[in-house]
């Protein structure tokens, strides 16, 4: 699974894997391979992941050990990284989506259940909710083309 940034800052983000995978009881498996343990697939959350929030190991010590996680790649056209305009706590300089006109960049999606969605909302104070497609002016960091309702943090 790798190292969590929170013990080692200059690791940020974090290992991600490059292809869709499950977290599932801290365990990273292939998602042709795995399922959730819980609930249905329709009563989850798009969440776009940018950053540390995309690493398993973060993921487990923000939805805790037990988390079961579906994890998709998104490409996601018009959109670029960016540094944030702050310091974590634990010493890293975050990154962010912000709209770039010709940038093309591959994104982590997380499948959220309700309770999930409240816990990383919780520890990710740049978390933006919006339903996509959106106007730049109502959610910058979300202006990702013909995407379902969903959040970017």
Same mark, same amino acid.
């Given at each position: 699974?790798?190292?969590?940034?929170?013990?080692? %800052?200059?690791?940020? %983000? /974090?290992?991600?894997?490059?292809?869709?995978? +499950?977290?599932?009881? /801290?365990?990273?498996? =292939?998602?042709?391979?795995?399922? =959730?343990?819980?609930?249905?697939?329709?009563?989850?959350? $798009?969440?776009?992941?940018?950053?540390? *929030?995309?690493?398993?190991?973060?993921?487990?010590?923000?939805? /805790? =050990?037990? #988390?079961?996680?579906?994890?998709?790649?998104?490409?996601?056209?018009?959109?670029?990284?960016?540094?944030?305009?702050? +310091?974590?706590?634990?010493?890293?300089? %975050? !990154?962010?989506?912000?709209?770039?006109?010709?940038?093309?960049?591959?994104? !982590?999606?997380? $499948?959220?259940?309700? +309770?999930?969605?409240?816990?990383?909302? #919780?520890?990710? =104070?740049?978390?933006?909710?919006?339903?996509?497609? !959106?106007? #730049?002016?109502?959610?910058?960091?979300? *202006?990702? *083309?013909?995407?379902?309702?969903?959040?970017?943090?």
């Amino acid at each position: 699974m790798g190292g969590s940034p929170t013990a080692d %800052p200059l690791s940020y %983000p /974090g290992d991600i894997p490059d292809q869709p995978f +499950v977290l599932d009881h /801290g365990e990273v498996s =292939p998602l042709s391979r795995g399922r =959730p343990s819980a609930p249905d697939m329709n009563e989850r959350h $798009l969440v776009v992941a940018v950053g540390s *929030n995309a690493a398993p190991a973060r993921l487990v010590e923000k939805l /805790g =050990p037990d #988390a079961a996680v579906p994890v998709l790649l998104l490409r996601v056209v018009g959109m670029d990284v960016r540094y944030s305009a702050h +310091v974590t706590r634990y010493g890293a300089v %975050p !990154t962010t989506a912000w709209p770039q006109a010709g940038a093309a960049l591959t994104l !982590t999606a997380l $499948l959220l259940d309700d +309770v999930q969605l409240v816990a990383l909302d #919780a520890t990710s =104070p740049t978390t933006t909710g919006c339903r996509w497609p !959106t106007s #730049a002016s109502a959610c910058p960091a979300t *202006n990702i *083309n013909d995407g379902p309702a969903s959040r970017l943090t």
